[in-house]
């Protein structure tokens, strides 16, 4: 069953620390972190929900995926990168 997944792994990696990334920028922004961690919570869960099932629907383009996957957490760290050391 796993076997299926290990395409995804640096999708899992990196969208984890980009998870981190963002939440710490939000709290670093004033954000109520309570309401960041339910916010993160449900995030998590629906993503662990499409990707499940995703997984199962969309095997034959896992190439694609990881590159749109991949492309989108750059874009994102490097957007609250820039942000961060601008002092936004």
């Known amino acids: 069953m796993l076997e299926q997944y290990l395409p995804f792994v640096g999708l899992i990696i990196f969208?984890?620390?980009?998870?981190?990334?963002?939440?710490?920028?939000g709290v670093v922004a004033g954000v109520n972190p309570i309401k960041?961690?339910?916010a993160s919570i449900i995030c998590v869960s629906m993503w662990?929900?499409?990707g499940t099932?995703?997984?199962q629907l969309l095997i034959?383009?896992?190439?694609?995926?990881?590159?749109?996957?991949?492309?989108?957490?750059?874009v994102?760290?490097?957007q609250a990168m820039i942000q961060s050391v601008r002092g936004e």
């Not at 034959?60 to 991949?70: A, L, M, R, T």
Request: hydrophobic share 55%; net charge negative; no cysteine.
């Open 15 to 25: 969208g984890n620390i980009e998870n981190l990334v963002l939440s710490s920028q």
């Open 36 to 38: 960041l961690g339910i």
């Open 48 to 50: 662990l929900i499409i």
């Open 53 to 55: 099932f995703g997984t």
């Open 60 to 74: 034959d383009y896992v190439d694609f995926i990881n590159f749109i996957g991949g492309l989108a957490i750059f």
């Open 76 to 78: 994102l760290g490097l």
